[in-house]
């Protein structure tokens, strides 16, 4: 984990307003507006890259309600169109939506239907997909 998360920092694009790292009560926040409990390596993920800009995906955030990006708005949206109750989004893609399950497993999902695609953490996720977007 520590080697990716140093991989996404190197590989981050330099802005010169971005978002801020959310902290624990951001997230306990965010856990109440979604009636769910984030899984530990969202949790990590969200506290230590999420203020990053790589590639062409762009991963959910927190700390901005008013971001494209923001949790809970993307979430809403994918619940809307089938994406079972208790995965949580982790990044929209024209693919359609990868989520995350309570055991940290990230699937994409088109709708109601996961393809076969998975990856065992969402640490997997971000150097095979997130890095190469």
Request: glycine fraction near 4%; aromatic fraction near 8%.
């Amino acid at each position: 984990m520590e080697d990716v998360i140093e991989l996404l920092q190197e590989a981050a694009q330099s802005v010169t307003f971005g978002l801020e790292l959310p902290d624990e009560d951001d997230l306990v926040m965010i856990e109440e507006e979604l009636f769910i409990p984030l899984p530990s390596d969202l949790r990590l993920f969200l506290m230590e890259v999420s203020n990053l800009i790589i590639g062409s995906l762009e991963p959910v955030t927190v700390t901005d309600p008013q971001a494209h990006t923001h949790l809970p708005e993307v979430a809403a949206n994918a619940w809307d169109i089938g994406v079972p109750r208790n995965l949580i989004p982790i990044c929209e893609s024209t693919k359609g939506y990868y989520c995350i399950a309570e055991d940290n497993e990230i699937s994409l999902w088109q709708g109601q239907q996961q393809l076969e695609q998975t990856y065992p953490s969402i640490w997997h996720w971000a150097k095979e997909i997130w890095l190469e977007s």
